[in-house]
């Protein structure tokens, strides 16, 4: 049973764009959820966190957007940029030290 | 800053063997991990240490084993390697006292079985 579900498998936008990286979750005592982002033959490395006290977080050009009564968040990054063609990875916890990752989102920006 | 050293970066054994993975953190963190990351499932939890000598089974632990002797290394066997097994095996370290915060993660193992 996949407790963190993420969407779409693959993204691709052109430079400038803004894109749209969506998250969601079944178990509603996770309170902390990390974005991971990896680039190839690099290992995953944080890159924005939200916890449910509040609906938004934004990093720059990143930012978290959360809803927590339909158990779904999203990441937003404007401006996209080659720079940032990697792998998304939503995760969540639950107060514990177990952090569930999704599947991943394979992000392309076209220059 | 630290660092997570992750020994070997390649593991090529045979159908049956036993295996083991190394780690080493210079963080002095208190939590390890080990995650198994194959092509398009992400990363699965194996195993997880909160502090030296404490051992705890994440949701793919079933054919491995691990070891936490001291604060700064973690073990993970697979007891018997699955022919034509291919992954990425993860080790990561986070300071959390009470719970996961921010994973610092090695470069990996990269398995092959043949």
Redesign the interface.
């Known amino acids: 049973q996949q407790q963190v579900r993420?969407s779409p498998?693959s993204l691709t936008v052109w430079e400038g764009e803004t894109a749209i990286l969506n998250c969601s979750y079944e178990d509603s005592t996770f309170d902390?959820f990390?974005w991971?982002w990896q680039f190839p033959r690099?290992?995953?490395?944080?890159l924005i966190?939200i916890r449910p006290v509040s609906n938004k977080k934004e990093d720059g050009r990143f930012t978290i957007f959360f809803n927590k009564r339909e158990k779904k968040l999203s990441l937003h990054i404007t401006d996209s940029q080659p720079g940032d063609s990697a792998t998304y990875?939503c995760a969540a916890?639950s107060?514990?030290?177990?952090?569930?990752?999704?599947?991943?989102t394979q992000l392309t920006v076209m220059p | 800053g630290g660092i997570i050293t992750q020994t070997p970066k390649f593991l090529i054994g045979q159908e049956g063997q036993k295996l083991t993975l190394k780690c080493q953190q210079n963080f002095n963190h208190d939590t390890m991990y080990w995650y198994r990351q194959d092509s398009g499932k992400g990363l699965r939890l194996i195993y997880y240490s909160i502090t030296e000598n404490d051992l705890q089974k994440g949701d793919l632990s079933e054919g491995y084993d691990a070891s936490r002797e001291k604060k700064s290394s973690f073990s993970l066997t697979v007891t018997s390697a699955q022919k034509n097994e291919m992954a990425v095996f993860l080790c990561a370290s986070s300071i959390g006292t009470f719970s996961a915060e921010t994973l610092y993660f090695g470069s990996g193992t990269r398995l092959t079985v043949l």
């Open positions: 993420q498998q902390y990390p991971y690099e290992s995953p490395a944080l966190a990875f916890s107060g514990s030290w177990q952090l569930i990752f999704g599947s991943g």
